[in-house]
């Protein structure tokens, strides 16, 4: 206390100034309206600069959060489309709890990824704990990943699309001529549809998706486009070169998927045999 009694008496003709110059622009912008809002204005920019700054922060620390509930969402709205066939519809009033849903995804979030061997797989962060078991499609939003291979409790390995052992159903996106996709280790951006009969009206730029003739892959999901073709030696069948829309270089967060009817169309197939 004797200190700050101290600074006071050492200090009190510049105390006396502050407080009296304090006053007189209090006085100033209380009698003049021209002064108080420039002072207002003055204030709100300042505040304003700090609250900005200090949400920006706050936004940075909560990215993480905020991602996973952007993946909650595109799972929901993807679960959407891949389980109601309805077309010309307003999105906004399709309720995901109003059909019943065939698909059910799941997001995860990868933590390996190989694409310079011939057998590349990737390994993500999700398990049997979370529901997942074998031979489940992956996709990202731009198009397929591959299929779910070996599971522990909390992690699982795909097999990539950039996998030699790798044979995945597709067709032509404007007609219904479908191949096997397959890949032949040249380049991880290009991945070949093998098997697409002569008659199909295959043209440089058209899209490929997957062809929904198994249980993993609806129908319809992206792929890639063509960049050119050719016949085999027997000129029967296409040999098709395919553009990913995935960099399969860089994937971070995917969707795995479940065909719910799976099983039951499986036991269906094999008692038909």
Do not use: C
């Amino acid at each position: 206390m004797q200190r700050i009694i101290n600074f006071i008496i050492r200090n009190q003709n510049f105390l006396l100034f502050a407080l009296l110059f304090a006053l007189s622009v209090f006085f100033t912008i209380q009698s003049h309206s021209y002064h108080k809002s420039k002072f207002i204005n003055s204030a709100n920019f300042i505040s304003g600069g700090i609250y900005n700054s200090s949400n920006s922060i706050s936004q940075y620390f909560g990215l993480k959060e905020e991602n996973q509930v952007l993946l909650e969402e595109n799972n929901r709205l993807k679960s959407i489309l891949f389980n109601t066939n309805v077309t010309n519809i307003d999105s906004s009033l399709v309720d995901s709890t109003s059909f019943d849903s065939k698909y059910r995804l799941i997001s995860a979030s990868v933590i390996k990824n190989s694409y310079s061997l011939t057998t590349n797989k990737l390994t993500i962060n999700k398990g049997v704990k979370d529901g997942l078991k074998e031979d489940l499609g992956v996709i990202t939003s731009k198009g397929i990943v591959g299929i779910l291979d070996n599971l522990s409790g909390n992690y699982a390995s795909i097999i990539s699309i950039l996998n030699t052992n790798s044979k995945i159903n597709a067709q032509l996106k404007k007609t219904n001529h479908f191949g096997t996709l397959e890949w032949n280790t040249v380049s991880s951006e290009i991945v070949q549809l093998v098997d697409m009969p002569k008659i199909a009206p295959v043209n440089i730029g058209d899209t490929i998706v997957t062809g929904g003739r198994s249980t993993i892959f609806p129908k319809g999901i992206p792929i890639g486009l063509v960049t050119d073709f050719k016949l085999d030696a027997a000129e029967d069948y296409y040999t098709i070169n395919v553009k990913l829309f995935n960099d399969m270089t860089n994937i971070g967060h995917v969707y795995v998927i479940e065909n719910i009817d799976a099983e039951e169309i499986m036991n269906l197939l094999n008692n038909d045999e």
